[in-house]
């Protein structure tokens, strides 16, 4: 009895999803084909609907934290859960900046003439459905949600079972903004339930979705990537680099390597290994240890870093190919940029790498010889952003080098369809 | 014992596809680099090489075909599998023209400054190492690694089985032209083994393989996708339509639906499926009708097409959801350009669908409200193919939406990267 009752629970589930598919689907027809103005109505009206409704918001969002704080999650995971009036405005002002951005659909990406006289052009589409899958960070309800409905396409949502009450005070926010702009509301859809069997039964629904976007840490992403039988535009690990070759000039090598790593430890464009050229090692290296121990980082050095600065604790093999997200730098003196470059294709994550040198030569070899979405040549890796590079916002920053690579904003987040204009041609 | 020979033989088999992926990583890595000139010297050896051995691949073919008559094969299978010096002649012209056309790697696809003075570009990069797993047409290993090579990406070729002898004697041919290119023997590789089990084993690849690119029919693509943990570039079927208006010229109508279906019928371009509006029906109809009946195309239609012609046959439901590859095509009337659109929305394979019309804004809607990769007004659906839209050379039609879509060249075998140059910028 308890197994059927299992079984018809999860074929209900089944049904359920699979209503949710269709509607995004079709809401996704309908979208596809909005103007930029109903879409920015909607976005500006869910962003007034966030701020008229911080009240209700807040107060879901105390039921997810006290039940939360049942579980037992970490105060770091508390800190991601918990919304304030501060963290509501950024999602409001962040959907307006979304508004803002130019529509990225129907761009003519490229346009040319054949000799037989068709006329051909590319046109930027959107991809359809997005399925985003989360862990309890309620905020990111907000912000994929706008990119995906600027760039055209249905959205549906699964975030952390922890932010359920929170997230769902946000969505019904995305649904007046949608209802503003004249627009289905299953342009965005939560999953309607904590099962977490709503996930696997998601990841096969490759006929309705036609991309996963998995944010959170390493293990959920495996988890997605494994089971998903719908494509995934991946988010994995920063292991980012920077090498300070001996040309670097010594206020900028610090200046650089301190912010790449010390700004803020926790997010995937932080260092987390620092390389320098050997005959910078006893000049440059020491300032910056220095300024790193100062400032309370732990630094992990092979047997050449060791020996400039007691602090320094001795690095094992695992350093080099770990993403510490925290106060801690691997350190390791090298010959020259071949040595970084070599290092860098052998254990970094293909994220983000920093050159500083004053040898414009040097600095190209190293700019072409990396195998990494984002490249640096004299600035700090924590500019691997969106926003940084002008895109408004992001959902992410891909790993992958299929559709995505680096920072996805709304212009990643679409297709392109060719239209070809004739006049009565046929193939010989 | 013979279940531990088993065990043993596919941890061989294992060994062997490692040293086959690593080896094509660390080739893509040198590939990547390579100047133009020097993929194009690679690219002219290969083609003179398979001119200088037309003996030996021929014979090679003569042993493939009689163990395919052995084994059985149909006529089409054999005719695929068939070379024969017009056709050899064929792949090394081939390989010349990827050799003429623009090197894709290296463009700055965009470029910007921020306002702190960070300059950002956009820059396409190889992908890496692509799997392409194909039937037994031996002429798709030239092809394919052709089109590799010149998008700076190592290939692992799998070709069907019957194909093993001609497959090889063709790579090896691509050997020499790397060799005189002074390139890696490791850019272009053949599975080396006829083992099914090979092909489970490199869809595992995920670390090696960047992407897997099937080229055949639906069972083939369908394995691959339901099997494969690295993203698939999908080239499924194309339910192909025509349709035509009531402002459509009736000659220009009659001409694009006639080669639409008739040119060849084997091409995923070819139209399955003929749409007509109401009020075309009884003038242009009729006359299309007659045209296709008289070239021997069986026409299968609904109530109101029967009524036009004896010769029409009725048309089922699984009609209008078939690709037929042959010299047969389905026939509705519909009621006006929406009803067209919703139809091929509804049953179409996103591929290639054309309008035939004089009335502008009624073209506009059909190349806008359609979700299909190539959308064409007063043209023939035949002119979906890679070298019809210039891009020289093709691996496939993309029915997918993620990376690639529509024909699949050099220019969509690549990615890009982001290189940031400063002046010691930090972030604030």
């Not at 409905?149 to 959205?155: D, F, M, T």
């Not at 290296?285 to 600065?309: F, N, S, W, Y």
């Amino acid at each position: 009895m308890a197994l059927a009752s299992q079984q018809s629970q999860t074929e209900d589930l089944r049904l359920v999803m699979r209503r949710l598919g269709e509607a995004a689907r079709a809401a996704a027809a309908r979208l596809a084909l909005a103007s930029n103005e109903t879409k920015n109505r909607a976005l500006t009206a869910a962003a007034k609907a966030i701020r008229a409704n911080a009240g209700k918001i807040l107060a879901a969002n105390a039921a997810d934290m006290e039940g939360a704080g049942k579980r037992g999650l970490s105060a770091a995971m508390l800190d991601r859960l918990m919304l304030d009036s501060k963290r509501i405005e950024a999602m409001a002002a962040g959907l307006e900046a979304v508004a803002e951005l130019p529509d990225p659909i129907g761009t003519v990406l490229k346009e040319w003439t054949r000799p037989n006289g068709l006329k051909i052009a590319r046109v930027r589409v959107p991809l359809g459905v997005i399925g985003i899958i989360y862990e309890s960070r309620p905020n990111v309800t907000a912000d994929a949600a706008g990119l995906c409905l600027k760039s055209g396409n249905a959205a549906i949502l699964r975030g952390g079972s922890e932010s359920f009450e929170s997230s769902n005070a946000i969505a019904e926010c995305m649904l007046e903004g949608l209802r503003a702009g004249g627009l289905p509301e299953a342009c965005v859809q939560m999953v309607p339930t904590r099962a977490r069997e709503a996930v696997g039964i998601m990841l096969q629904m490759s006929d309705v979705i036609d991309v996963i976007i998995p944010r959170g840490g390493r293990s959920l992403i495996e988890r997605v990537t494994a089971e998903s039988k719908i494509p995934v535009i991946k988010h994995l690990e920063g292991i980012c680099h920077v090498y300070v070759s001996n040309t670097a000039d010594p206020e900028m090598a610090r200046k650089i390597v301190f912010n790449s790593k010390m700004r803020r430890t926790g997010v995937c464009g932080a260092a987390e290994t620092l390389l320098v050229a050997d005959a910078a090692a006893k000049t440059i290296l020491p300032l910056i240890i220095d300024d790193l121990a100062k400032a309370g980082c732990e630094v992990r050095g092979d047997a050449a870093t060791q020996k400039l600065d007691k602090r320094v604790v001795p690095a094992t093999e695992a350093d080099w190919d770990t993403e510490y997200l925290d106060a801690i730098i691997s350190v390791k003196v090298v010959k020259d940029v071949d040595e970084a470059i070599a290092h860098i294709n052998k254990h970094g994550s293909h994220h983000t790498e920093s050159i500083v040198t004053s040898d414009a030569a040097e600095a190209e070899k190293f700019l072409t010889n990396i195998d990494s979405g984002i490249l640096l040549h004299n600035a700090s890796t924590q500019f691997a952003d969106g926003g940084e590079f002008g895109m408004g916002a992001e959902i992410g920053i891909s790993t992958g080098k299929l559709h995505a690579r680096g920072p996805v904003g709304a212009e990643q987040l679409t297709s392109y369809k060719y239209v070809v204009r004739g006049s009565g041609q046929v193939r010989p």
